[in-house]
């Protein structure tokens, strides 16, 4: 999730009286026109408007923040959304998006989009390839796990239990379940895909916004908690949840990664640090990366312990060597205002892409040889949040507002 934890929907109401002068002020930076006091009446419960207008959106992807935020659990009228939407269009039309840079190489990739949600605006949030090839999704916005078949394209939507809970995170444990996390509902849920049943697990006291998840070795299940900035555990046998604050206030731990070695690295997206958790102890350390701009937004890391991060605030791929604390940084192609986002190492090579480059890029870095290539997404791709590799060692995207999964196939 971009930014803080959305409001549990069903607070909404008391959220908007809270926050009446807020708005009243805020409503003062919104242009005139008509629809202008229905985006202040209706646009600061969960989060302020102006924290997620960023760079703004096509006509297209307007609609599908409207069929997003009404998903979500906004009571909007036809007429309202008919008034609202095209003051947005007008308003706050897409710019300063970073034109896409190609690098051409040797490389020839296939790229296969999926289409997702059975309903539109699902933005799907992570991908994950399991072990039996399906490629599932998370609908943070329709409350379902979802599952593709790239045989078929095949998809199945899997209703969640407690209702908006913004399905984030995904990971695998041996049995074939699927945990998630709930972003909005402060837990973390597993999906028997066999019979559909889930199982939620509350954050302690009900507060909480869990993120990035992964299973551990141990057969735990690790997950980011970004605004709450801690680390947690959460054991499948017992269902107790363990939570460790970060060293660093405001820290916002997002983005996960194991070492070969058994270490739990997480990037702070609220400050230039990457940190390492050891996994008995839950004891956390810090690294400082040296430019105090930068903000690691997702992380992955290579057999040679080399933690890769992309650096979202600067445009750089980074690589940091936990061993002696050495950093390195290329800067990405498209560019300084490129955004890099989702990463993976498949094998000793670097997949990422880039989130504000038009169209959205699947970047390729070889560290042998430090060159990049780069590939266009059919379709525009954006946003890709996280991206997750099949057994066979290809590269999967989850493309956001475009309701899609894309398997990027590398030959090998
Ligand atoms: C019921 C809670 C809620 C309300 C009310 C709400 N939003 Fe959102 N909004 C969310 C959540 C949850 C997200 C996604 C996670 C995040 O960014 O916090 C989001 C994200 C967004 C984004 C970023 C979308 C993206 O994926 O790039 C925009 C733009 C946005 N909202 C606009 C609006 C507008 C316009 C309104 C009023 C019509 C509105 N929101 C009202 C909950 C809400």
């Not at 419960?45 to 923040?65: D, I, L, P, Q």
């Not at 933005?123 to 998370?138: C, I, M, S, V």
């Not at 990366?289 to 980074?318: C, E, F, H």
Request: charged share 20%; proline share 9%.
């Amino acid at each position: 999730m971009r930014g803080h934890r959305a409001m549990n929907p069903r607070t909404v109401a008391a959220g908007a009286l809270l926050l009446a002068a807020g708005a009243a002020s805020a409503q003062q930076a919104l242009p005139p026109g008509p629809g202008r006091d229905l985006v202040a009446a209706k646009c600061y419960a969960c989060h302020t408007f102006e924290a997620r207008v960023g760079n703004g959106y096509t006509a297209e992807g307007w609609n599908t923040v409207m069929r997003m935020m009404t998903n979500h659990g906004l009571a909007l009228t036809q007429a309202e959304i008919a008034q609202i939407t095209p003051y947005l269009v007008q308003n706050f039309p897409e710019k300063n998006k970073a034109p896409a840079v190609i690098v051409p190489g040797p490389l020839n990739v296939e790229m296969t989009l999926f289409r997702t949600g059975i309903t539109p605006g699902s933005r799907p949030h992570d991908p994950l390839a399991t072990r039996d090839g399906a490629l599932w999704y998370t609908g943070q916005m329709t409350n379902t796990l979802g599952r593709v078949d790239p045989k078929t394209g095949q998809v199945r939507e899997f209703p969640l239990k407690s209702p908006h809970s913004g399905p984030h995170g995904l990971t695998e444990d041996r049995q074939g379940n699927i945990w998630y996390t709930g972003n909005a509902g402060a837990l973390v849920g597993k999906l028997d895909p066999r019979t559909g049943d889930v199982t939620e697990y509350k954050m302690p006291g009900g507060k909480g916004d869990p993120h990035t998840v992964l299973m551990g070795r141990d057969g735990a299940v690790w997950f980011t908690a970004q605004n709450a900035n801690q680390v947690g555990r959460l054991d499948p046998k017992t269902g107790e949840i363990k939570l460790v604050s970060m060293p660093t206030p405001g820290a916002r731990p997002y983005g996960m990664a194991w070492d070969p070695r058994g270490n739990l690295f997480i990037v702070e997206f609220g400050t230039n640090g990457v940190a390492m958790v050891t996994p008995e102890t839950m004891a956390v350390r810090e690294f400082k990366l040296p430019d105090p701009g930068s903000r690691p937004r997702r992380i992955a890391i290579t057999p040679d312990n080399k933690v890769w991060y992309t650096d979202y605030s600067r445009g750089m791929l980074g690589r940091l060597d936990p061993g002696t604390g050495e950093v390195r940084e290329w800067p990405s192609p498209s560019g300084a205002k490129s955004a890099p986002y989702g990463i993976s190492a498949i094998g000793d090579v670097i997949w990422y892409s880039e989130s504000e480059a038009a169209p959205n890029t699947v970047v390729r870095f070889d560290p042998s040889t430090e060159k990049f290539q780069s590939w266009a997404i059919p379709g525009g791709g954006n946003i890709v949040r996280n991206t997750s590799v099949t057994t066979d060692g290809n590269f999967v995207l989850a493309n956001s507002l475009v309701n899609a999964v894309t398997l990027v196939k590398i030959p090998k």
